[in-house]
């Protein structure tokens, strides 16, 4: 099936630094989902943005989408070292039933102290 | 807060075994989801289930089976575990009413099949 696909698949920066990460898509869709997973756990939704949105803030989070190049980036401002984790995109597509989501491989974000 | 757990973090088992994971949720959720997760390949839906007796296939199902008899409960057989179902296995609940979309998830099983 279609899949989102993050860039870059691995981070590196200095704590206090912003990190962006990537995602483009194939299909559309009615949502897209960022997900954050410390080593070794489950996932956790970060932010929804949905297709008519452009731009979602939530804290340090900065979401855009742009649906006319299928692809949404993820802004983290004055990254922390707690911060350090794997980041998923994951689209709901468009016309689709029962809130199935498509992930992405992820991001691994490092942010060093 | 939504809760998810899985009845293990860590399993090992032997080729050929049959093998149940259980997922549990406590908020009432109608979906639920089955993943697993690979190095290099992200997370692939197995199965899920928008009600309770009701399941459908992902976008890897074979090898697997689930049951669903009661709302809170979703659980992932492997009627013969091979060493290629070697995984991270994450399980995750949704409020289809909510319109949230957002899925929670369990703290994810760790399988080795040897």
């Known amino acids: 099936s279609q899949q989102g696909e993050e860039d870059p698949q691995a981070l590196s920066i200095q704590e206090g630094e912003n990190a962006t990460m990537n995602c483009s898509y194939k299909?559309?869709?009615?949502?897209l989902q960022w997900y954050r997973q410390n080593s070794g756990r489950g996932l956790v939704h970060l932010i929804l943005?949905?297709?008519?949105?452009r731009e979602k803030h939530s804290g340090r989070l900065r979401v855009t989408l742009d649906t006319s190049k299928k692809s949404s980036s993820l802004l983290i401002t004055a990254s922390r070292a707690a911060d350090t984790a794997s980041y998923f995109c994951?689209?709901?597509?468009?016309?689709?039933?029962?809130?199935?989501?498509?992930f992405g491989k992820g991001t691994k974000l490092s942010v060093k102290p | 807060d939504v809760k998810v757990t899985q009845s293990s973090r860590y399993l090992v088992k032997r080729t050929g075994e049959k093998v149940f994971l259980e997922c549990v949720q406590d908020?009432?959720?109608?979906?639920m989801f089955w993943y697993r997760q690979d190095p290099g390949l992200g997370l692939r839906l197995i199965y899920f289930?928008?009600?309770?007796?009701?399941?459908e296939k992902g976008d890897i199902p074979e090898g697997y089976s689930v049951s669903r008899e009661k709302k809170e409960r979703f659980s992932l057989i492997l009627e013969s575990a091979s060493t290629n179902q070697t995984s991270m296995y994450l399980c995750?609940?949704?409020?289809?009413?909510?319109?949230?979309?957002?899925?929670?998830f369990g703290p994810g099983t760790r399988l080795t099949v040897t």
């Open positions: 289930s928008y009600d309770v007796k009701m399941k």
């Open positions: 943005i949905r297709s008519n949105e």
């Open positions: 994951a689209t709901q597509l468009y016309g689709g039933s029962q809130g199935n989501l498509i």
């Open positions: 908020m009432d959720h109608e979906n």
């Open positions: 299909t559309s869709i009615n949502n």
């Open positions: 995750a609940s949704m409020d289809r009413q909510s319109f949230s979309y957002e899925q929670y």
